[in-house]
């Protein structure tokens, strides 16, 4: 049975309404079912930020330190943190300040997906990263309590976005992957897909980080293609149509025990810079085959 991520009811009318037809190849005896063609679904409305919720944690001085002060929580953006707004030619795009950290959270989990989106640093920054590289991040497979990582995001895997580290893989709050890798040093591993095979965890010695291998990024102020591919426990980040790194066996620690993590809900960072984002969509897949040329 081939798992479809949770949709939208007008789009799981479309699916459902092939069942009849899935059902009645394999009983008239045909060798691989007929799938129906995937379609992109947008998750970004280009009016609102209808279907995310946004997190944010304690905020930081000047200095950079966590003030004393409750985390403003779910859906509290005073600061507008998260918005909507619009380039030169008119085109709605989402902003995201960088003024404090925290997420945009789908308000729906996903599994077996293509997900692509768009994304341009903007030019501010601000403590703890102010004259820093500008940083944000895609989290996928997003799980468990809210601000679980430092009060900031959800336990999850990150297809990292940092100038110059457009690819990188990130185990957040307990997540972690095995990757190919070479190690550089004891604490640099590049990816290699000819590589020994590393657990990237904050309970293995290689740590939680991967660094990615080769460099797609454009240059600052200009858009960037991201795709993500994931498909049961295995996940493929690209940069502007390059390969940077295949990760596999996607898994949590929780209580003590490891678990698989191959479902659950997409955030967007705000760490530290201003950054925008459009064209955000998704649609399921089948298998990883085109992808990896299988």
Known sequence: MYNIFKMPTFVKAGIYSFAALFFG???????????????????FNGKNLEGWDAWLGVPFDSAGKKMNVAPPGLDNDPKQVFSVDSDSDGEKLIRVSGEQFGGLISKQEYENYHLQLEFKWGKLTWAPKKKRKKDS?????????????????????????EQGNVGDYWGVSGAFEDVPADKMNDSTFVYDPGGNFYTF????????????????????????????????????????????????????????????????????????????YKNIRIKPIYSLGEILGR
């Open 137 to 161: 991040g895609l989290l996928y497979h997003s799980v468990g309590e809210l601000g679980g990582d430092n009060g900031f995001w959800l336990r999850s895997q990150e297809f990292q976005i």
């Open 201 to 276: 965890s904050t309970h293995t010695p290689a740590g939680r980080h991967c660094v990615k291998k080769g460099d797609a990024e454009k240059p600052t102020g200009e858009w960037n293609t991201l795709d993500l591919y994931c498909h049961g426990d295995t996940s493929v980040q690209v940069v502007n149509g390059q390969i940077m790194m295949v990760l596999y066996h996607s898994q949590q620690w929780d209580n003590g025990s490891a678990s698989p993590l191959t479902k659950g809900k997409l955030q967007i960072q705000s760490e530290g810079a201003e950054v925008y």
């Open 25 to 43: 190849v394999i009983l008239l005896g045909f060798d691989q079912p007929i799938l129906p063609k995937p379609h992109w679904i947008s998750l």
